[in-house]
């Protein structure tokens, strides 16, 4: 793997040279090839070469000295080496993270600016490091660094030699270095570049260029130029990188590097090293009067030699973009060479790629040629759309109009894409929020308010297809610009696109088609309410609007999709955030009611021993699973948690940090209670066998009333989920009752002990009863957009329903009411009286007459 480097104006500057001595305060990064470094294990086995694709170096100079010859140069500095991820046999470290490799040297040595030669010697360190491996790397580096250079003199070379023995796991072969330096660069093909671009024919379909701000120019070109590519069909290349290298607002001049790509995903430049074959290098100016940027390139022949500069390079700003232009910038390449030279080709237009505005241009805007076609669309559909009391977003948030979607066509086939929200209006691009003049939708709107309402907009569609091929599935991917009319008073999008003839051929092979983009292409789609109780969904079509014999013709496109809106998002925030407080205030009310009852067992010695020791495993467990469960977030997600306050709505999680503290707190306390009531079980006297042997029927009792409701479990679980989500609902259902095992045991041993403290059951019967009552509320007051971001009353930890809201809390009501009729009135008064252990007829006096 590389990174991505910007080549930096400077490594030495003998002006900057005092009489004694100047700390460094510029550094340099390049570039580097290491095709041939090898880590040796062993003398018999070598690891796979470590760096199999150019790495990156930057090398830092601190201070810097004169000597006594006033053309040599004492300094330091550090030299930094990067790299992909290493191979699996390097890859292990402590804190389990896999990083790229990175070797860093501390050096010091002489530069000479007679020859320009540099030699500097110290130790470095590699990271990750072989197990067994010493932690220091002995180095000599040499460069070949010039006092100044131009566009063919500009490429450096040089070597990073390691100086331990080859036996040695540390040791690795010699790297070759390659870079492309600008120290005191001295343009020299400004002129060339000028009539090169003079030169250039004119295009008829050239659109006027926009007028750039002469103070911001090389912000803005740096800002479209170096972050993207450009589209093209240069020889075996599909795509072109370009990256302004360095730029100057005085004198509008530049120096660039291209890089052509054969891939057509090549969105990002990842790396300056100069591939012979595949890259660039070149000097240009921006013109004031044509707006225009001009470049004269010379191709890259070799790691250390450039060719001749004969490729020109021209790129703009259009001033407006519209349906068939969708490219910020737009240039030309061409050959200054004969027609009859081998070097020559044909003028290649270039289009930026990418369907993001980041920024856009001042003064940008978009033309809308297809509106008269989309509002007869709209007149035909908008009469039989009636809005009611449903609101739709009014289109000033741009999240809330943009939106993934499926797709399928009458055969089945589809796949899935992304409407992206490019313009609204004129000139608004972009992601920002608008405003204008203070309106709000209209409720049951006329027809006439809903031509008020209306807002034009434009889209980039980008769909996934896959095409079934046999047993494999190869996507294809298509790119339609749209544009059109939304609603925001009915929620209707209607959209004019324009796309690859046949959806590139998706549905049927296009051949010897005239047309370069098929227009005839109707999207239409009903966006969902803001307050819809269903759950966020969106219907509607793609479809051709020419005839069925016509050979661009597809077969319609049913689409849908599922759309949260910013509303929703921020409604859902708050929602969690509620749900976070609610979870730690029900553990720590359990935490209360635990640390209560324990008091209440320490002080009341004589009835501990009643406390069912079942009933507390089954309050240990319910405590103990979910920590378990959630172990490594607790104690090995700490580079997560220490940003969790960085970003609006992220204490959530600091929040579920909290709970597992919380909960964790609670298991303790439980855990303390269960050891006074063992103890003092096991300490009593007289009763310790009958308490125990009465405790054993509990668990006889519970445990086929358990096992059956597992098994009820099991035949009506939900198809859609596992089987254990389904049973750990029911262990759930098991903690709601958690005062059954201690109803039996009192009615077992027939105890009217008050072992339980009124805090302790009602407490927690209160608390397990509480999700179930704040999900009957949430269930109408809530939509279920994103049910894993539920934190309170989790379906997956428990039943929950309309019906099992209503049952649990009577069930837990139900036990805890027969808990304080059994310690006041005895462990059998329910029982009636007949069934009552040794129940019979007393014995009374008779008076013989």
């Not at 540099?118 to 470095?124: D, R």
């Not at 079509?541 to 599922?562: C, G, H, Q, V």
């Amino acid at each position: 793997m590389t990174i991505r480097v910007l080549l930096l104006p400077l490594l030495l500057n003998t002006t900057e040279i005092t009489a004694t001595r100047t700390k460094a305060a510029h550094s340099v990064a390049r570039s580097f090839r290491a095709s041939h470094l090898i880590l040796q294990r062993s003398k018999s086995w070598r690891l796979p070469p470590l760096f199999p694709k150019p790495g990156t170096f930057s090398f830092h100079h601190g201070q810097i000295y004169q000597t006594t010859d006033p053309t040599i140069l004492h300094l330091a500095g550090t030299l930094t080496l990067t790299g992909p991820y290493p191979p699996l046999a390097v890859r292990s470290n402590s804190s389990g993270l896999i990083r790229p490799l990175r070797a860093v040297f501390q050096l010091a040595g002489f530069w000479s600016e007679a020859s320009g030669a540099l030699c500097m010697v110290g130790n470095g360190v590699l990271r990750p490091l072989p197990d067994g491996a010493p932690d220091y790397l002995p180095a000599v580096l040499k460069l070949g660094y010039p006092k100044s250079s131009n566009i063919s003199t500009s490429v450096i070379t040089g070597t990073l030699e390691i100086l331990s023995a080859a036996s040695e796991l540390n040791h690795f072969d010699r790297i070759s270095l390659v870079a492309y330096t600008q120290n005191m660069y001295n343009y020299t093909l400004i002129r060339k570049a000028n009539e090169s671009c003079t030169n250039l024919r004119r295009f008829k379909e050239e659109e006027e260029p926009l007028v750039l701000d002469r103070d911001s120019l090389c912000s803005t070109l740096y800002s479209f130029l170096s972050f993207g590519s450009f589209k093209l069909n240069y020889k075996k290349f599909s795509a072109m990188s370009l990256i302004l290298s360095s730029c100057s607002d005085d004198d509008d001049r530049f120096h660039v590097f291209v890089e052509f790509s054969d891939s057509d995903d090549y969105n990002y430049r990842t790396t300056t090293a100069l591939v012979p074959g595949k890259s660039m290098v070149g000097e240009g100016f921006w013109d004031h009067k044509t707006n225009r940027l001009c470049l004269l390139a010379c191709p890259v022949l070799s790691d250390t030699s450039i060719g001749d500069c004969y490729v020109g390079l021209s790129f703009w700003f259009p001033s407006y973009l519209s349906i068939k232009t969708r490219s910020l910038v737009l240039g030309r390449m061409w050959s200054n060479k004969e027609e009859d030279d081998e070097s020559y080709f044909e003028p290649i237009m270039l289009k930026s790629a990418g369907h993001h505005l980041w920024d856009e241009p001042p003064k940008l805007k978009y033309k809308y040629t297809k509106l008269d076609k989309v509002k007869k669309y709209f007149k035909l559909n908008s009469a039989s759309v009636v809005a009611g009391e449903k609101r739709y977003p009014d289109g000033r948030i741009a999240n809330d109009m943009r939106f993934s979607f499926s797709f399928q066509d009458p055969k089945g086939e589809g796949g899935w894409g992304h409407a992206y929200l490019l313009s609204r209006g004129e000139t608004d691009f972009g992601d920002r929020t608008i405003y204008w003049n203070g309106e709000v939708p209209v409720e049951n709107p006329t027809h006439a308010e809903m031509n008020r309402t209306l807002l034009n907009v434009t889209y980039t569609v980008s769909m996934q297809i896959w095409n079934s091929t046999g047993e494999s599935r190869n996507s294809v991917e298509s790119i339609i610009s749209a544009e059109g009319l939304y609603s925001s008073s009915t929620g209707q999008l209607y959209l004019i696109g324009c796309g690859n003839p046949g959806l590139s051929g998706t549905r049927k092979e296009v051949k010897n088609s005239t047309e370069s983009m098929d227009c005839e292409i109707f999207i239409n789609m009903q966006l969902s309410p803001l307050n819809s109780e269903r759950n966020g969904e969106a219907n509607g079509t793609i479809m051709s609007t020419r005839d069925k014999s016509d050979a661009l013709y597809f077969e319609p496109l049913k689409i849908a999709s599922n759309i949260m809106y910013t509303v929703q998002a921020q409604e859902a925030i708050r929602r969690m955030q509620i749900e976070v407080a609610m979870v730690v205030i029900s553990l720590t009310l359990y935490c209360i009611f635990t640390c209560l009852q324990i008091y209440h067992a320490k002080k009341n010695r004589d009835i501990s021993p009643s406390i069912s020791t079942t009933m507390l495993l089954i309050l240990t467990l319910g405590h103990m699973i979910p920590l378990i469960l959630n172990i490594e977030a607790l104690f090995f997600a700490n580079r997560n948690r220490r940003r969790i306050f960085f970003h609006s709505g992220h204490w959530i999680d600091a929040g579920k940090v909290i709970v597992r503290l919380t909960t964790m707190v609670a298991l303790i306390l439980q855990l303390r209670l269960l050891q006074v009531a063992w103890t003092a079980r096991s300490s009593s006297v007289g009763q310790k066998k009958s308490l125990w042997a009465t405790e054993g029927k509990t668990l006889l009792a519970c445990l086929p009333l358990y096992i059956i409701g597992t098994v009820i479990a099991w035949f009506v679980r939900s198809t859609q989920q596992p089987l254990w989500k389904d049973l750990i609902a029911y262990a759930g259902l098991i903690l709601d009752g958690f005062l059954l095992p201690q109803i039996i045991f009192n009615l077992f041993s027939n105890s009217n002990n008050k072992a339980l403290t009124p805090f302790f059951y009602v407490g927690i019967t209160v608390v397990r009863s509480m999700p179930h009552l704040y999900d009957a509320f949430r269930a109408r007051h809530y939509f279920p957009q994103l049910m894993s971001s539920y934190i309170y009353a989790k379906p997956e930890g428990d039943f929950y329903s309309t019906l099992w809201d209503i049952i649990v809390p009577c069930e837990g009501l139900l036990f805890a009411a027969l808990v304080y009729l059994q310690q006041r009135f005895g462990g059998r008064c329910f029982v009636p009286m007949r069934f009552r252990e040794g129940a019979g007829y007393e014995r009374v006096a008779v008076v013989s007459s």
